[in-house]
């Protein structure tokens, strides 16, 4: 389906033990959606794409009702990503429930690059089916689309080893998502970008790979009409984000 879906009493992912949540990371309307979800699932847990578990082990009810306080603790707006405050209402939504960090810290992905993903995963590499080789079509189409996302300007010896460093954080939401869920039980929501979410190769991949008996879900969010690359369970839209010209700083 490719519209806004009314949510109700339960709402439509209420037979999920774990629900993806995907992003474009810099459009409001999206977070305002991920958060309007948490609040009807009322999740045990909360994983966020964003964090990383130190961080995630931060987090209180008591920070949750100040926002400018967990900012501050999280250190969110010198991470990089989008400001907080497109991200708080997810955190409003669920104070009460526990948070897990999935993020790859840039010394963990560096290692990743010289030693390999499985050596640098906090799972069981195997299980998660990080260690199988992707098919013809599915890495020349990653490595396609990480061309794209850098503006062409990407070397094309590094293609490989970006895709490799997409798979490694799609399998740590996989492993956050799966800790979450066997300390707390369900439903389990992951905060996390479309490309993460896809249920044809992103994490929930490697989380049925690792947990099969789970029941897995996913919402994918896109702009103006254009739906986000993938499968999904639910696709909405939202109006489409001013970016101006991404690839102006690579030229």
Do not use: K
């Not at 009807?40 to 100040?66: I, R, Y």
């Not at 740590?172 to 389990?188: N, T, W």
């Amino acid at each position: 389906m490719f519209a806004p879906t009314a949510l109700v009493a339960g709402g439509v992912f209420e037979s999920a033990d774990v629900v993806f949540l995907g992003e474009l990371h810099d459009n409001p309307a999206h977070h305002l959606r991920q958060a309007e979800y948490v609040a009807e699932l009322s999740p045990t847990a909360l994983v966020f794409e964003m964090l990383t578990q130190a961080q995630a082990d931060l987090v209180t009810p008591e920070l949750v009702a100040d926002e400018a306080a967990l900012e501050a603790a999280l250190g969110w707006n010198a991470s990089g990503w989008p400001d907080f405050s497109m991200y708080y209402p997810i955190f409003a939504a669920a104070p009460e429930a526990a948070y897990f960090g999935a993020a790859v810290p840039r010394d963990v992905a560096r290692a990743a690059m010289a030693e390999g993903m499985a050596s640098a995963f906090r799972g069981d590499a195997d299980a998660y089916g990080l260690t199988a080789v992707l098919p013809e079509g599915q890495q020349a189409e990653r490595e396609a689309l990480q061309l794209a996302a850098h503006c062409d300007a990407m070397p094309a010896e590094m293609l490989p080893i970006m895709v490799d460093i997409q798979r490694l954080r799609d399998a740590e939401l996989a492993y956050s998502a799966v800790q979450a869920f066997e300390a707390h039980g369900g439903p389990v929501v992951v905060i996390t970008g479309n490309g993460h979410a896809r249920m044809d190769w992103g994490a929930p991949v490697y989380l049925m790979a690792a947990a099969p008996g789970l029941r897995v879900m996913s919402l994918g969010q896109g702009e103006e009409d254009v739906p986000p690359s993938g499968l999904f369970d639910v696709v909405e839209s939202a109006p489409e984000v001013d970016r101006g010209d991404p690839c102006a700083a690579f030229r």
